[in-house]
């Protein structure tokens, strides 16, 4: 894919060179977060079978999507810091093998409990995203970099959609169990792509100690606030247990913001996001988790299997439904160094904003075309293809707006943001649904339906606006081994083929 000449050389004067191609380097980047894409998407199509096999009720099962999504939205925090610290590719390497180790936990002990439990220690693979967007920037050459985004945002994408498809044709074709060694057999083999391909990564000598007490704190108070946001709608958001989580949660984090600004070495430097484009790009990110890439989740499956006699409904097989979310996915993942090029010709922000319009575009789609199954498919296409570019662009922001050695737990926060405000899309757009009901059924009609997607239109509309403000990168980065250029234009697509 590129010749030795367009190889890069990396480690310390005196060292022996250690040649390295960044299609190479890109390709085990992408390979590792296809690992955490995977084993977030790959449980939901299951959640049935194993409901069946173990007589489990919905709300144990539904454990094996809350454990993984508890401990994914800490350790993006966490595993990003301590990379950012010690060492990426050594982090990057110990997350996908503890995922491993949590996906034989559910092979092996053969029940509901091990199965959820497994899927706990799974959740480590929370800090890939982050510790691959930091790898990115940290070993490839500046021109790369916003390719390497692309493709990194791109899989994300994929491997979610591919997650479920996949472990719709092993459940037919072998048993549930396989949907976890498949899992295993992935890590592994990402793992030993990653320590092949990707050079030494450096660690931090500014930032040699761990911030244990932030650690600590924060850990129970995202907990806290994660799972009452998640259980409001099924507990009822007035009952005791629900405000009570939320704001024992909100108590803690508001503690752990206190001594995180008084730390010279905190788990996460909250004072970078102060920064004018870090605070907008979180905010942006929060705003479209809360509609088009958050609760979008449980209306576009109403809309293909819901039966065609509904108001809204197509009456389409899971079959089906998993192949449009495919090829969907294809076209976004396809799209995703197209994102990367404009990235690193225009910037992160200008990549952000033509996803919010993408989004406004694919839900307009959906308003008026949700009886077609031939405009839901191109609607489900725009859609993935605004992802793709969403997810170039607020990565991109940050690698433009903070020293290197603060990438991966800066992004951590981004993920664990959108994670979080996710949560709180569903349970808005869940309200929304339930507020007008098809007479007999429990089918939204029409008008709950048109009021969901308006949501999600408003919310893009408000990330474009957003965006508009966010401002241009500066033209150098300033990065942990001193200063690099960031201008990163046409080459990184020739610099990848």
């Not at 079978?49 to 099962?61: D, K, N, Q, V, Y």
């Not at 800490?74 to 949590?102: E, I, N, P």
């Not at 509904?310 to 799209?335: I, K």
């Not at 575009?361 to 570019?389: C, D, E, P, R």
């Amino acid at each position: 894919m590129s010749d030795p000449s367009s190889r890069t050389t990396f480690g310390r004067p005196g060292d022996t060179p250690v040649f390295r191609s960044p299609a190479l380097i890109i390709t085990a980047l992408v390979l590792a977060e296809s690992v955490s894409a995977f084993e977030a998407g790959m449980i939901f199509i299951a959640l049935p079978r194993l409901g069946e096999i173990f007589g489990a009720p919905a709300s144990t099962t539904g454990w094996s999507v809350t454990a993984y999504m508890l401990v994914a939205a800490t350790t993006a925090l966490v595993g990003g810091r301590l990379g950012d610290m010690y060492g990426r590719k050594k982090v990057l390497v110990l997350a996908m093998l503890v995922s491993v180790l949590g996906s034989l936990i559910s092979v092996f002990g053969d029940s509901m409990a091990a199965i959820i439990l497994g899927r706990g220690v799974q959740g480590a693979a929370g800090a890939i995203l982050p510790l691959c967007y930091g790898l990115a920037r940290e070993v490839l050459p500046a021109q790369n970099v916003s390719i390497a985004v692309g493709f990194i945002g791109g899989a994300a994408l994929l491997a979610g959609s591919g997650g479920s498809l996949i472990a719709g044709v092993l459940l037919d074709v072998a048993d549930w169990h396989m949907i976890f060694i498949f899992a295993a057999v992935l890590a592994v083999v990402a793992s030993a792509v990653v320590v092949f391909a990707l050079p030494k990564s450096r660690a931090s000598s500014d930032l040699p100690r761990f911030d244990y007490v932030g650690a600590v704190l924060m850990t129970p108070g995202l907990i806290a606030l994660l799972y009452g946001i998640t259980q409001g709608p099924a507990w009822g958001w007035s009952s005791l247990r629900v405000v009570g989580l939320i704001v024992g949660g909100l108590v803690i984090l508001t503690v752990w913001t206190f001594w995180e600004l008084r730390q010279r070495e905190p788990l996460v430097d909250l004072r970078v996001l102060a920064n004018r484009r870090m605070s907008l790009n979180l905010i942006a990110l929060s705003v479209l988790a809360l509609g088009p890439v958050g609760a979008v989740q449980i209306v576009t499956p109403m809309i293909l299997q819901t039966p065609a006699s509904l108001p809204v409904g197509l009456g389409m097989t899971a079959t089906v439904t998993g192949l449009v979310a495919g090829v969907a996915a294809l076209v976004g993942f396809a799209a995703s160094p197209v994102a990367g090029a404009l990235a690193g010709r225009w910037g992160g922000r200008t990549v952000f904003l033509i996803g919010a319009g993408l989004f406004v575009v694919s839900n307009l789609m959906i308003f008026v075309g949700h009886k077609s199954l031939a405009l839901m498919i191109g609607a489900f296409a725009v859609g993935a293809v605004a992802t793709a570019f969403a997810y170039t662009g607020y990565p991109k922001i940050v690698i433009e707006s903070v020293p290197d050695n603060v990438t991966s737990v800066t992004t951590g926060v981004l993920s664990t943001a959108r994670q979080a405000f996710s949560a709180i899309g569903v349970a808005i757009v869940s309200v929304m649904l339930s507020l007008s009901t098809v007479r007999g059924t429990t089918a939204p009609a029409l008008s709950s339906f048109n009021l969901a997607v308006g949501w999600f239109i408003g919310c893009a509309l408000i990330v474009a606006a957003i965006c508009l403000f966010i401002g241009r990168p500066e033209p150098q980065a300033q990065t942990a081994g001193g200063t690099r250029s960031d201008e990163e234009g046409t080459a990184a697509s020739a610099a990848y083929a």
